[in-house]
């Protein structure tokens, strides 16, 4: 057995959606302690930055015709889509940045698109396949809340991960990380050791049920 994890954070010490994360894994390693883990870390060690337009233009011509720099890309892209196939589970961990998605995860699924099992308009090569995403926010957007509907991000990934890719997806979401941190959040800091308990709750139970889940027939 083999997970898949990308991790989108900026930061390796102190990210919240490492932490969540690391949850997720210590379940499914629980179940599967000699199963092996492929790590993607879009965010401290990013794509090429041309990476994606490379690939979109390699695609419009020939192999013979290709540059260097189309065949690195589409070689990149081959590699990207053989880890997520290549895998029986799947682990994202992708924060909440300035509103909307990490452009690291967007860069990373632009690529991957660009390869020809991952394209749109294609069966999905991982239609089936389990998956959690764990997606962290600093302050809160729920129902409600003064900046309800400003989390742009966790829909697009639902639509990707779940609509697009058709990936038999589990959510975490966390709220409110940045407590102790921002001043101004400090009279919801019973709120955010209450929501923070929660998702990891929910964390290891989506934990083990990716460990025993198997790809629909």
Do not use: C
């Not at 390796?12 to 949850?23: E, I, K, P, T």
């Not at 239609?127 to 997606?135: D, E, R, S």
């Amino acid at each position: 057995m083999t997970l898949f994890r990308l991790d989108a954070s900026i930061r390796s010490d102190g990210s919240h959606s490492r932490q969540v994360a690391d949850l997720v894994e210590q379940e499914w390693r629980a179940v599967h302690p000699d199963g092996g883990v492929v790590r993607r870390d879009v965010g401290t060690a990013p794509l090429p930055s041309d990476a994606w337009a490379a690939a979109v233009s390699a695609a419009q011509v020939s192999p013979e015709e290709r540059t260097p720099a189309q065949v690195r890309a589409a070689a990149l892209a081959t590699l990207l889509a053989d880890e997520l196939i290549g895998a029986d589970a799947l682990l994202f961990a992708v924060p909440l940045y300035n509103y909307g998605v990490s452009q690291h995860f967007k860069g990373w699924v632009d690529l991957v698109a660009t390869e020809p099992r991952m394209s749109p308009g294609r069966e999905p090569a991982l239609a089936g396949k389990p998956a959690v995403l764990v997606t962290v926010r600093g302050g809160a957007y729920g129902p409600g809340t003064p900046r309800e509907g400003w989390d742009h991000a966790t829909p697009w990934m639902r639509r990707i991960l779940a609509d697009l890719w058709q990936l038999d997806l589990r959510v975490v979401e966390a709220e409110l990380t940045l407590v102790g941190v921002n001043p101004a959040l400090d009279e919801l800091r019973d709120l955010a050791a209450r929501k923070r308990r929660e998702a990891e709750d929910l964390a290891r139970a989506h934990g083990r049920e990716l460990a025993s889940r198997r790809v629909a027939a």
